[in-house]
């Protein structure tokens, strides 16, 4: 067990639906992270908080929005998505930067 | 531009057949360097944290070591459920939260 917890771990949607992607951490980390992968690829960075303030936006198109609603939770909303948004959605933690990544198990998301 | 590469891309390793993965890596001022191992369909387990040349790290079967350009990923006598893809990362002193991962190394060991 991983001590970052995603829900879902599955979600198909269609294209004009509005659904929403849950982290939870417990580890006092101050750092959380949205990573996207791909089948065979590494996970790309999407989004960074820090102290609960956006850090970092990879120029992430606007149907996804993040949100950080206290030290220990990370949400990403998902609106008219794309087929090609199809993809294992992470969510991850770190104490600080020079930390490593706690990774949860993700999100299969299947845009249809 | 920070860059990490690693190879080979795939191995198939027989039981207790030792063998070695590479991370190669061009970074300004290495933060630290970071081992991962994945299952399919999970996201990354972490496994260990360089930070200096020289520095080692091991734990039951793998053993981590890192130079100034490089870092490899030895594995001693592997067994059937060490099984996964392997994936380095690296934090360089411009990318604070910006870790840059390597596209892994796929390992599969037969029983």
């Known amino acids: 067990d991983t001590e970052v917890t995603q829900t879902p771990k599955h979600l198909v949607m269609g294209m004009t639906n509005k659904k929403s992607l849950k982290c939870e951490q417990h580890?006092?980390?101050?750092?959380m992270y949205w990573y996207k992968q791909k089948a065979k690829k590494p996970p790309e960075l999407m989004f960074v908080?820090?102290?609960?303030?956006?850090?970092i936006n990879e120029s992430v198109p606007s149907r996804f929005s993040p949100e950080c609603p206290n030290s220990s939770l990370l949400n990403l909303h998902l609106h008219a998505l794309q087929p090609e948004d199809s993809a294992l959605y992470l969510c991850?933690?770190?104490?600080?930067?020079?930390?490593?990544?706690?990774f949860g198990n993700g999100t299969r998301l299947t845009v249809t | 531009e920070d860059q990490v590469t690693q190879s080979p891309e795939a191995l198939r390793l027989q039981e207790g057949e030792s063998s070695s993965l590479n991370c190669s890596y061009t970074v300004s001022g290495l933060r630290g360097l970071f081992w991962y191992r994945q299952d399919p369909g999970k996201g990354p387990e972490f496994l260990f944290t360089l930070y200096s040349a020289g520095e080692e790290k091991e734990k039951e079967r793998l053993k981590a070591t890192l130079t100034k350009k490089e870092s490899f990923l030895h594995i001693t006598a592997p067994k059937p459920e060490d099984s996964a893809t392997y994936l380095c990362a690296v934090q360089g002193e411009t990318g604070t939260y910006k870790y840059i991962f390597g596209t892994g190394t796929r390992l599969k060991v037969l029983a």
């Open positions: 908080y820090s102290y609960e303030k956006l850090s």
């Open positions: 991850a933690s770190s104490q600080g930067t020079n930390s490593p990544l706690h």
């Open positions: 580890m006092g980390h101050r750092a």
